[in-house]
């Protein structure tokens, strides 16, 4: 047991954590190269090396992505690593003032990860350019100045490798924005068939960060024109119908996945399985489309499915017969053949859209006007300097992003006075280390720690072999630079692979400049489990947050978003509030938005070592089941498209304060660690609506045979069956809920 648990834990040792990038090796690749062939050329070899070097570090900092975040990420990281670079060239004689400098420098470093991907890979880059320069002797002004200018031609040289396509193709980065949205809707539709309800809500999330990311892309873009163009308005068009599109597709997965298990829904399950596969092809024809390949965008196979799918609802109604039962089932696919109808008018009208901008003419959209004026008064007002809101929102110590700031401007600090006391040489391999180490969350650095000293160990054992074994001076610089190149290109497919090879080059590098001295590899082994050390005792003691409370706060969050969004929803059904779709989507998005916080909370509380499975299970659980219920709350959403607004069922009422009642009591619970008070009976108000329903059914069923059809036990059989289904499945959700948080507290 012990051996099974030990292999769960290093796993992640021998697992990808990305994937490979050919264009991010070639980019590399070029950038190092180009740069030491016009040294040699102009007769300043070092300054093409220091050119090349600086480069691959700044483009450690391109996370990908939009062009416009690209681009304000790499311009921050080049112009903060430049002034940080000058500053500490004055500063590195001075010792007091070097470590007041490194752990201000390192604080906001850490700080940045508040914003992501992109912030953690500018605060690295940033980092490793104070830290590098505080090791290096002092200077004065023609030192810094020759110091700037380096980082200045490599931050523009990177630049050019990573922005420079856009004068030649102006209108590129909106393209690319709407297909991003499109390319996001197909994976969401391939991988949301074979996956865990926790892994479908991270594609709907990422489905909205996408259109998020395009709306922001388009604003950026307009900002740097004068009037609208063509195009421009086109592609808002379009991002609006994606966002009409996802939702959709959710819904219909949302409907289907939650009555799979029905007899009655086993060849409709098959058929919409289908349209679905149908509906990412067409997809991705429409991407291929955008960028003008010869492809059909025919929905004419759709509508096939929804025509046997509407079949099915036939053969439901003809054999129907006396089994009142099977009447919800009749409700549900016809509801679903109500979504997939609205599928294939929004794709059609997509179609026609992107095919009015290959043929230059204006566009026709029957909402053109209302989307429009909408985005437009929405994304024409985005901030260039709204950015900023973030560092002052979490200046405090309440926040782990400023903790991870503190604790890694301390360790950093610590790291600079060690090797300034010692005089051990090659001291920034120790800085360093700490940095890249040191992650915002114990799991993480509990991961990086091996994996830096894995790199470390096998690096430092094989380039003093390469070393011996070849004599040629010239193989010997070509494999540092394959291996500088390989190692940058690694970093986000496996860290300690990546490791690996650029330890094979900041050793021989090294072992060329001396001769070919060996024991720099033990130095940078010796600093390097120094730096680890220091950094996995700073990610375990200091300023270190408690994953068990930031995960019952996130847990807390999501039962409250699950309640609003219930109340929104239902209000609706009661009649109490009128329909408002636009809120009721943020109350959904902002459903989702909590619950994907806390599974973010519980992965790393997962990857904490000091966890045990005892202590995941029930969180996971409860988790699932919060899920399975703002599930069924989003299908009852999705009816509400055809809601009339009939008088609701008796007992609802009672039924919804039962609901509230319950999920009042559930947060005191979570949050005192106390038991639970026992799960209501909703029995008698359930029985009282299912009895209400089954009479209607069986009113219209008496209706069917007369061949009555607008009638109005039709119309609120039509509004409320589904209701009717969605509260069974809403029940068993909270009769788990309750038992896993008894389970739990």
Not at 8 to 17: D, I
Not at 80 to 93: D, N, R
Not at 561 to 570: E, G, I, Q, W
């Amino acid at each position: 047991m012990t051996v099974i648990l030990a292999d769960q834990q290093f796993s992640f040792l021998l697992k990808p954590s990305g994937n490979l990038k050919l264009a991010r090796a070639l980019r590399l690749t070029i950038a190092l190269c180009v740069s030491l062939a016009i040294g040699q050329l102009t007769g300043y070899s070092d300054w093409g090396i220091a050119v090349g070097i600086d480069s691959l570090f700044f483009l450690l900092s391109d996370a990908g992505g939009l062009y416009s975040t690209r681009a304000i990420s790499l311009l921050f990281t080049i112009l903060m690593s430049t002034g940080l670079v000058a500053l500490a060239t004055f500063v590195s004689k001075f010792l007091i003032i070097k470590l007041i400098l490194t752990f201000f420098s390192l604080f906001f470093a850490g700080y940045i990860a508040l914003y992501g991907h992109p912030g953690v890979l500018s605060g690295i880059v940033i980092g490793l350019f104070t830290l590098v320069t505080l090791y290096l002797p002092s200077g004065g002004w023609e030192i810094a100045s020759e110091r700037v200018i380096i980082c200045l031609i490599a931050g523009v040289w990177t630049m050019i490798l990573c922005l420079g396509i856009l004068p030649l193709n102006p209108y590129l980065s909106l393209k690319k924005s709407v297909s991003q949205c499109y390319k996001a809707i197909i994976d969401y539709i391939n991988q949301s068939q074979n996956c865990s309800e926790t892994e479908e809500l991270k594609q709907v999330s990422k489905l909205r960060e996408t259109l998020q990311n395009a709306r922001q892309d388009w604003a950026l873009n307009r900002k740097l024109r004068l009037g609208n163009t063509p195009l421009g308005e086109a592609v808002i068009i379009l991002i609006q119908d994606a966002d009409h599109l996802i939702t959709s597709i959710v819904t219909l997965r949302e409907l289907v996945q939650l009555h799979q298990q029905d007899d009655q829904f086993i060849t409709v399950r098959i058929l919409v399985d289908d349209a679905f596969h149908k509906i990412a092809l067409f997809c991705e024809n429409l991407i291929k489309f955008l960028w003008n390949q010869s492809v059909s965008v025919d929905s004419s196979n759709l509508k096939r499915i929804i025509s046997a799918v509407a079949q099915q609802k036939q053969l439901q109604q003809k054999t129907i017969g006396d089994q009142v039962e099977d009447y919800p089932a009749l409700v549900v696919i016809e509801q679903i053949v109500s979504t997939l109808e609205t599928i294939i008018r929004q794709l059609d009208c997509t179609a026609k859209t992107i095919s009015q901008i290959r043929n230059k003419q204006s566009i026709n959209h029957p909402e053109k006007d209302k989307i429009l004026s909408a985005e437009t008064e929405t994304l024409s007002q985005f901030r260039w300097f709204s950015g900023l809101e973030p560092l002052r929102d979490n200046f405090t110590f309440d926040s782990s992003f400023f903790r991870h700031g503190l604790r890694l401007g301390s360790m950093t600090t610590l790291g600079v006075a060690i090797y300034s006391l010692t005089e051990i040489p090659q001291g920034n391999w120790l800085t360093i280390t700490i940095l890249v180490v040191l992650q915002p969350h114990f799991g993480g650095t509990f991961q990086r720690f091996f994996h830096r000293m894995f790199g470390t160990i096998l690096g430092s054992i094989i380039t003093p072999i390469l070393w011996i074994i070849i004599p040629n001076s010239l193989i010997l610089e070509s494999i540092n630079l394959a291996s500088i190149v390989l190692g940058f290109s690694l970093v986000p497919f496996h860290y300690g692979l990546a490791v690996f090879f650029i330890s094979i080059f900041a050793i021989g590098l090294q072992m060329i400049q001396d001769g070919g001295n060996w024991e720099y590899a033990m130095v940078r082994f010796l600093w390097t489990c120094v730096g680890s050390a220091l950094a996995f005792v700073g990610g375990f003691i200091l300023f270190r947050s408690n994953e068990k409370e930031q995960l019952s706060a996130k847990l807390i969050k999501a039962i409250s978003a699950s309640h609003d969004y219930f109340n929104t929803v239902l209000s609706v059904y009661l009649g109490t509030t009128p329909s408002d779709l636009n809120w009721i989507l943020k109350q959904r998005q902002k459903t989702r938005l909590a619950y994907f916080n806390a599974q973010a909370a519980l992965q790393q509380l997962s990857s904490d070592p000091n966890t045990s499975t005892a202590e995941i299970e029930p969180r996971m659980t409860l988790l699932i089941y919060l899920h399975q219920f703002s599930r069924s709350v989003s299908v009852l959403f999705a009816q509400l498209e055809q809601f009339t607004g009939t008088e609701p069922p008796p007992e609802l009422a009672t039924f919804v304060e039962q609901v509230n009642q319950f999920f009042s009591a559930l947060i005191p619970a979570i949050s005192t660690q106390t038991l639970p008070p026992p799960f209501p009976n909703f029995e008698s108000s359930i029985q009282a609506i299912k009895s209400h329903l089954h009479s209607l059914q069986a009113t219209r069923l008496q209706e069917f045979a007369m061949q009555k059809n607008d009638t109005p036990t039709r119309q609120i059989l039509k509004d409320y069956t589904i209701l009717g289904i969605e509260l069974n499945q809403m029940l068993d959700s909270l009769n788990s809920i309750h038992a896993t948080v008894g389970r739990l507290v």
